[in-house]
């Protein structure tokens, strides 16, 4: 059986239980899950925000779309980058596919299963680690990622274990998991983070622009990282970032959104080829978006 697949149910999935019909139920979702060839499916996505504003008497209601009709299709196995200009959609589509918002049109579906209607179950498949990612700050590393690693059933002694084991990987001294983490760098919280994420070994990642706030060691680190966790436990990994080096190295596919739209989904190779005029993935994104990325990193 998958390994990755195979801890994250009997972990994630089982969470204790020993009655015999929710075992019966682990057996049968690990069989759907193992059956999927596509770990993400996205049909006809939209996504819109109001905003309400009072102007005396009156009441002031505007609209913004901010993902418009999306539709993506993700195999296993596969790392599909997903850039964009500031305020283009990225994390509001990765916040829908964690299930942390809901769609007003269109599904989602995590290895077969619709993220509304089996939202319990596909949580416990991806994990999400965001620039935004909320700790108790009064608690060192180590306590964090024990009631993490708690929440999915992994044993303290055992998430311990594999705790110290990502974070050294990461680059991260083990003097910094009995630290508070307020008095932790930001980058220091973003490989506790991702971390926490990796602790369950999830089948589908969310990265949301994780090497944010990382200097370029760290950042290389995580990257390397990445590539190990997809190679050894067949993970799927979306990840949006600012970096186009790093797109260009992690990334099997780009899809690039503007909008709330994607205006061109294919392989960093295709995307220099047809749209960079051969000088780089940064000329695709200008001609695709009529945006100079680098000013888009400036403004964050």
């Given at each position: ?10 972990l994630g ?170 008095n932790l ?81 294919d392989s ?33």
């Amino acid at each position: 059986m998958h390994r990755s697949l195979q801890r994250e149910i009997h972990l994630g999935i089982a969470l204790g239980d020993s009655n015999s019909n929710k075992v019966a139920g682990r057996v049968t979702l690990e069989t759907d899950v193992l059956n999927q060839a596509l770990a993400l499916e996205c049909h006809h996505i939209w996504k819109v925000f109001s905003n309400t504003n009072h102007h005396g008497w009156h009441r002031i209601v505007t609209k913004t779309e901010a993902i418009c009709g999306i539709d993506l299709q993700v195999p296993r196995h596969q790392i599909l980058g997903i850039l964009g200009p500031n305020g283009s959609g990225k994390s509001t589509l990765i916040r829908m596919m964690a299930t942390l918002l809901i769609p007003d049109q269109g599904t989602i579906s995590v290895f077969g299963m619709d993220v509304l209607r089996h939202r319990m179950e596909v949580r416990r498949l991806i994990n999400r680690v965001s620039v935004e990612a909320s700790f108790f700050k009064k608690l060192t590393a180590r306590e964090n990622l024990a009631y993490a690693a708690g929440l999915y059933g992994v044993p303290n002694l055992r998430a311990q274990q594999e705790a110290t084991r990502i974070l050294e990987r990461l680059g991260m001294p083990k003097a910094k998991l009995v630290i508070p983490l307020e008095n932790l760098s930001r980058g220091q919280q973003q490989k506790i983070a991702i971390a926490r994420a990796l602790l369950t070994s999830p089948t589908l990642m969310l990265l949301d622009e994780p090497t944010t706030g990382l200097d370029p060691t760290s950042r290389r680190e995580v990257q390397d990282f990445v590539l190990q966790v997809r190679a050894e436990h067949d993970a799927t990994i979306l990840i949006s970032t600012h970096d186009m080096q790093e797109a260009e190295r992690l990334c099997d596919r780009i899809a690039i959104i503007d909008q709330g739209r994607f205006v061109a989904n294919d392989s960093p190779t295709e995307l220099i080829r047809q749209w960079g005029e051969n000088r780089g993935l940064e000329q695709a994104f200008f001609r695709l978006t009529g945006r100079d990325f680098a000013n888009e990193e400036e403004s964050l």
